[in-house]
């Protein structure tokens, strides 16, 4: 992708993709390296904002939150946010239920921008060039991580920023149906 394609994706993503809900990344990395830890409230905002187009997956996923309690959200978080290694850090995020690898992604990305970037099949799609692998696991999640970040220190930006790019590009050009 070049300079002027992730500009052009970017701004497309930006008005396209996230208007009915601006600024909640914003809010949320802002509450979290202030409070050094996310709430559960925080973790319910996100699940709705990740799953907010599949209906059923949103509703599975916020069941499975309903009897965790506040301070273990508090706790978990907390140490993944003082942990440098990505693979710990997913480990321990995946202790919580409801946080698989794409929610685990999310929680990553709305904290760290300039690091990660939100694990998705479209944006997998855009940027490794072929369809998503059934049966996820951690190496496919590091794989993505780290061709998004060579690819971005490339371009200038944040991983957030490319991924954005390379999801909408992927999701509106059907890329790799």
């Not at 996100?46 to 301070?71: D, G, P, S, V």
């Not at 760290?112 to 049966?135: A, H, V």
């Not at 060579?150 to 920023?161: F, I, S, Y």
Request: net charge positive; with cysteine; proline share 2%.
């Amino acid at each position: 992708m070049t300079r002027e394609e992730l500009l052009k994706w970017l701004k497309r993503y930006d008005t396209e993709e996230d208007s009915y809900n601006t600024g909640l990344e914003e809010h949320l990395r802002v509450s979290f390296k202030k409070n050094t830890f996310m709430t559960k409230p925080e973790l319910l905002q996100i699940i709705e904002w990740k799953f907010a187009t599949n209906k059923h997956r949103k509703i599975r996923q916020l069941n499975l939150l309903k009897n965790i309690m506040e301070e273990d959200v508090r706790r978990v978080s907390s140490a993944v946010f003082s942990i440098k290694e990505d693979s710990l850090r997913v480990k321990v995020l995946m202790t919580l239920p409801s946080v698989g690898l794409a929610v685990a992604s999310t929680v990553l990305a709305f904290y760290d921008p300039k690091d990660y970037g939100i694990y998705d099949i479209w944006s997998w799609r855009g940027l490794i060039r072929s369809k998503e692998p059934k049966g996820a696991t951690w190496k496919h999640l590091e794989i993505f991580w780290s061709t998004l970040r060579k690819e971005a220190k490339v371009l200038g930006t944040t991983c957030r920023d490319l991924e954005k790019a390379y999801f909408k590009m992927a999701k509106d050009s059907k890329f790799i149906s």
